[in-house]
């Protein structure tokens, strides 16, 4: 399941993959679609796992994105998974954005390259979010 039309064509490739994709108002110049015009048949879904990137992360307020819409569509995503799992470099690490759209007690794991600072590595670990460090 994704609002994404970059991943939606690329997974629509394998024969063992089913996509469902998200429909709502495409954002501009981010291949995405956003706002609660698409979401209504996905909020009786129960998803296992949902991977999301973000535009920045603290503790205080989670997971945040500069757009209304975006975040709309992905607090929903939240709401209906099992796991969470959050991706962004590190630079984002430490930093908000406009609106939250997963708070932190909501996330179960953060994706991220090794410039995180280890102050920030072991306030994460400490909060009880799993991280993971990619290669």
């Known amino acids: 399941m994704t609002n994404d039309l970059s991943i939606a064509a690329l997974l629509d490739q394998f024969e ?6 998200i429909g709502g108002v495409i954002r501009k110049h981010y291949n995405c679609t956003i706002g609660s015009f698409g979401s209504a048949p996905f909020q009786d879904l129960v998803v296992d796992k949902a991977i999301m990137g973000t535009n920045s992360f603290t503790l205080a307020k989670g997971a945040t994105t500069p757009d209304v819409g975006q975040a709309e569509m992905k607090r929903l995503l939240v709401s209906i998974s099992d796991k969470v799992f959050i ?16 708070e932190s007690n909501h996330i179960d794991v953060i994706i991220t390259d090794g410039a995180i ?13 799993e ?3 990619a290669e």
């Open 117 to 129: 600072s280890k102050a920030y590595k072991e306030s994460i670990e400490d909060s009880g979010i």
């Open 131 to 133: 991280l993971v460090i």
């Open 87 to 102: 991706l962004g470099n590190s630079d984002k690490i430490g930093r908000n954005s406009f609106v939250t759209f997963a």
């Open 16 to 21: 063992d993959i089913t996509v469902y994709f």
